[in-house]
């Protein structure tokens, strides 16, 4: 059996996860027992589908069997009456999994609620991450500790508290309307936090983490066709897109880090570009006014359409960085838009932005800020100071193929 | 050639699923039953009830042909590697190849 095979049917379960867990929700309105009823299901397919075959409608398959699963436990606590007799009508219980179709509107709803509930403001930010992980990419706790760096325990606490407080607060699953323009700022927040992590890990020795930038870009994929007249999802998968057709050339064959002046564009996934360009359109129809995420989208795609790096727009770049300082005053903002001055008029021009922001309480942990006046000082010549610079960097930097890439800057210049 | 059946349980309760090791799990069983099947070795087989949850009882079974009691426990092996199943082995007697 070849890989495409394995590839495929991962994909394909992964896809299902959600739809198994919003369909455990709406029967057992309780999410560790939504779990159990998913995890059940994918132990059925792999008693099932290696003798009997994958069903041609392996999803309906699944589905029929999530419900089942949930309505044997429902039955076995003995109580909500009056639920059961309602689910059971909708589901089937034949012996046999139907291959139901799956598409309809309460499939997509139910995603919804799940993304929603999973970003509920009850919960604290992490625990929101961590729940989108495992309830909506189906990653297990063991990998989304490994994915941020923490021991198990602290990964599986998390949930389980997070599942506690949902519970505790009574937050229905199905009873409510969603209230989306409230829900969805923290769903994309969360999206995007996922999506970091994974295109430029904050620590360890790899640059990046695919399986987590690639959930987050499924996931904001599934969000686009859940909720189609929202711009802030095809915004945030313009920009995923963008960045994501450039992951195969951010490193050399010995995984030292490149930058955009490096990188052989003809390598770049076109596909994913174009994907970009056509979620930046309907995102550029939708957010009026241009949001935060619209504009940044808007600035991936100067760079990622720019045929050259010489032929990158730097005027039109900051440009956007204006708009969005206007409207996201953040000192990463003003980082990037340093930056970009410093590429239009020079770096003298950005220096001084650059002397302020090393001052900032946040920034001045991130070896970035670091990096980056070290490298404008030795683009003026300021050896010794940049030399400073870039051993600040070098104590703050946590990945290690950024450290490799300050290292060989370092060296570079002082040569 | 002489019949053996292999009985597949899983003893303890999985750790949580992934969707993704999953997808390979089934992958990976499929390729090993469509093996035994293309060398005419297994005779048939019997799935546990989709309908039970309990994950300590016998789940699967597999009739198998194999030339010898070593050769059924190489198959058990690999089924075993393939599925994560715990598996016996039981030789059946005067057991026939159907035409």
């Avoid at chain 2, 003893?11 to 999953?22: M, Q, Y």
Wanted: net charge negative; glycine share 4%; proline share 5%.
């Amino acid at each position: 059996m070849s890989g495409d095979v394995e590839t495929a049917l991962s994909r394909m379960l992964r896809e299902e996860w959600p739809r198994l867990v919003a369909a455990g929700m709406r029967i057992l309105d309780d999410f560790q027992a939504a779990e159990d009823a998913a995890q059940e299901t994918l132990l059925a397919a792999l008693d099932h589908w290696p003798l009997s075959g994958v069903p041609d409608r392996p999803g309906g398959w699944l589905m029929t069997v999530c419900r089942r699963r949930a309505l044997n436990a429902l039955r076995d606590r003995q109580r909500e009456a009056d639920r059961m007799r309602s689910a059971a009508e909708a589901a089937a219980v034949d012996d046999t999994p139907a291959e139901t179709p799956l598409d309809g509107p309460a499939i997509i709803d139910d995603q919804l609620r799940l993304m929603a509930m999973c970003c509920h403001p009850v919960l604290p930010f992490d625990a929101q991450v961590a729940l989108t992980l495992r309830m909506v990419a189906g990653l297990t706790t063991e990998e989304i500790a490994a994915a941020f760096h923490q021991p198990i325990a602290t990964a599986a606490q998390r949930l389980v508290r997070a599942k506690r407080t949902l519970r505790s607060h009574r937050i229905g699953f199905a009873d409510d309307e969603i209230d989306l323009p409230v829900r969805l700022p923290a769903v994309l927040d969360v999206l995007t936090l996922v999506f970091n992590e994974g295109y430029l890990t904050h620590a360890g020795s790899d640059l990046t983490r695919p399986d987590l930038a690639g959930e987050s870009h499924r996931l904001t994929m599934l969000l686009t066709a859940i909720v189609p007249g929202e711009g802030g999802p095809w915004a945030l998968r313009a920009l995923q897109s963008f960045h994501l057709s450039r992951s195969c050339t951010r490193t050399d064959d010995n995984g030292n880090l490149l930058t955009l002046d490096e990188q052989d564009r003809r390598q770049w996934d076109h596909a994913l570009i174009d994907d970009g360009r056509a979620s930046l359109d309907r995102a550029r129809q939708l957010c009026k006014p241009p949001t935060a995420l619209l504009l940044q989208a808007e600035l991936a795609a100067c760079h990622a359409t720019a045929p050259t790096f010489e032929d990158t727009d730097w005027r039109a770049i900051v440009e956007r960085y204006d708009q969005l300082m206007a409207l996201d005053a953040t000192p990463v903002v003003e980082l990037n838009r340093a930056i970009a001055i410093a590429m239009r008029d020079g770096p003298a021009a950005a220096l001084p932005t650059l002397n302020r922001l090393v001052e900032h309480r946040d920034l001045a942990r991130s070896h970035r800020v670091w990096a980056v006046r070290a490298e404008l000082r030795s683009r003026l010549h300021d050896n010794v100071r940049a030399d400073q610079d870039y051993q600040r960097a070098l104590e703050l930097v946590g990945n290690d193929i950024e450290r490799a890439y300050l290292v060989r800057s370092r060296q570079q210049f002082t040569l | 050639m002489s019949r053996f059946v292999l009985v597949g349980a899983r003893r303890f309760p999985p750790a949580e699923l992934s969707p993704t090791h999953v997808g390979v799990t089934v992958a990976r069983s499929l390729a090993f039953v469509a093996s035994i099947r293309r060398w005419q070795l297994l005779d048939s087989y019997a799935i546990d009830a989709i309908g039970r949850a309990e994950v300590d009882q016998p789940r699967t079974m597999l009739l198998m042909w194999a030339s010898c009691p070593a050769a059924a426990a190489n198959l058990a092996a690999a089924w075993s590697r393939v599925t994560g199943f715990d598996v016996s082995t039981w030789p059946l007697v005067a057991g026939r190849r159907a035409a």
